[in-house]
């Protein structure tokens, strides 16, 4: 099937780090620009980071900049999300995404192209 699947996530004591990935099944990510949204129980969803297809352009929502860090390997079909110095307000499940716009403030609201199931990121003491 054409689908995203995320892993990495899990609970992690508030400072503490983890990495997500975003793997790609059934097409390539080549053409595409990928997205981390993320969203709390309760909460609208967020938009957290994105790449751009080449991986030279990124952007990252105010909350996360300086702690969180986006990459992608093309040739394993896989974008990380490294998070760094980790809040309890950072909780929630992330997904990623993938569209055909460029990455940049506005991707967020128009990232439609293919959606992963998510995966649970709990920080707490």
């Known amino acids: 099937q054409v689908q995203l699947v995320e892993s990495g996530g899990g609970l992690v004591q508030p400072g503490g780090s983890l990495r997500l990935s975003c793997a790609a099944s059934?097409?390539?990510?080549?053409?595409?620009?990928i997205g981390w949204f993320r969203q709390a129980p309760g909460k609208e969803r967020e938009g957290v980071s994105c790449?751009?297809?080449?991986?030279?352009?990124?952007y990252y929502a105010d909350s996360v900049k300086g702690r969180f860090t986006i990459s992608r390997d093309n040739a394993k079909n896989t974008v990380y999300l490294q998070m760094n110095s980790l809040k309890p307000e950072d909780t929630a499940v992330y997904y990623c995404?993938?569209?055909?716009?460029?990455?940049?403030?506005?991707?967020?609201?128009?990232?439609?192209?293919?959606w992963g199931q998510g995966t649970q990121v709990t920080v707490s003491s």
């Open positions: 790449v751009s297809s080449g991986g030279g352009s990124t």
């Open positions: 995404a993938a569209d055909w716009a460029r990455c940049g403030s506005s991707w967020f609201s128009v990232a439609s192209d293919y």
């Open positions: 059934g097409f390539t990510l080549d053409y595409y620009a």
